[in-house]
């Protein structure tokens, strides 16, 4: 289960946003990481770099690793209906991200650490993979453990914090209603650039 330990303000300043939702201020926002950022951050992007980029900020949101992204793409390929919009409905239903959305977790690497430590209840089964995917009815519980986790507990007794239509939840229970569509997904990528990327 590979995932990134390096530098995140790094990534971050690449893709000219946070893309962690530590609501960190980007230090020099406006210039690429590394010794050529400088230099190359004006640089006029072409047709290939557009797509590029949008392809490593969607899988950079979401916390995957290049081999399983391309997997998922893969997928989505072959399902019937626009590819984009498949490929961007299996990342929302991946289990860390439905954790996050339900607004469990303050970020996503959090709701990820919840399910990998076994805190994450499928129905009545723990489940340990992030990448597990949801289906419409399924109930998705914390466990005592968690629910006394500091930053949980905070989330838990928000009254503010809403999760998207196709999601419901109550207390520390989340219900998926529906898989969501694309009107209803928030994460601010442009999918078809990353389809054009993998039609090449």
Do not use: C
């Not at 690429?32 to 400088?38: N, R």
């Not at 997997?71 to 919009?85: C, L, N, S």
């Amino acid at each position: 289960m590979a995932r990134y330990i390096g530098p995140k303000n790094r990534l971050s300043r690449r893709e000219g946003l946070d893309l962690f939702g530590k609501g960190n201020k980007l230090r020099r926002s406006s210039q690429a990481p590394g010794q050529h950022g400088p230099k190359g951050a004006r640089r006029r992007s072409s047709e290939f770099g557009t797509q590029l980029r949008e392809k490593q900020k969607t899988k950079r949101l979401y916390g995957i690793m290049e081999r399983q992204f391309s997997r998922y793409f893969g997928f989505a390929a072959k399902v019937p209906g626009k590819t984009g919009e498949v490929l961007l409905r299996l990342l929302e239903t991946r289990l860390d991200n439905v954790v996050y959305r339900l607004g469990l977790a303050p970020t996503r690497a959090m709701s990820r650490q919840l399910v990998s430590h076994g805190h994450v209840l499928v129905g009545d089964k723990v489940v340990k993979s992030p990448s597990y995917q949801v289906q419409v009815g399924d109930l998705i519980t914390l466990d005592t453990k968690a629910k006394k986790i500091p930053a949980v507990a905070v989330r838990m007794s928000d009254s503010k914090i809403v999760p998207p239509a196709w999601l419901e939840r109550q207390a520390e229970t989340g219900k998926v209603l529906s898989f969501p569509v694309r009107s209803q997904i928030d994460t601010p990528v442009n999918e078809q650039p990353i389809v054009e990327f993998y039609s090449r």
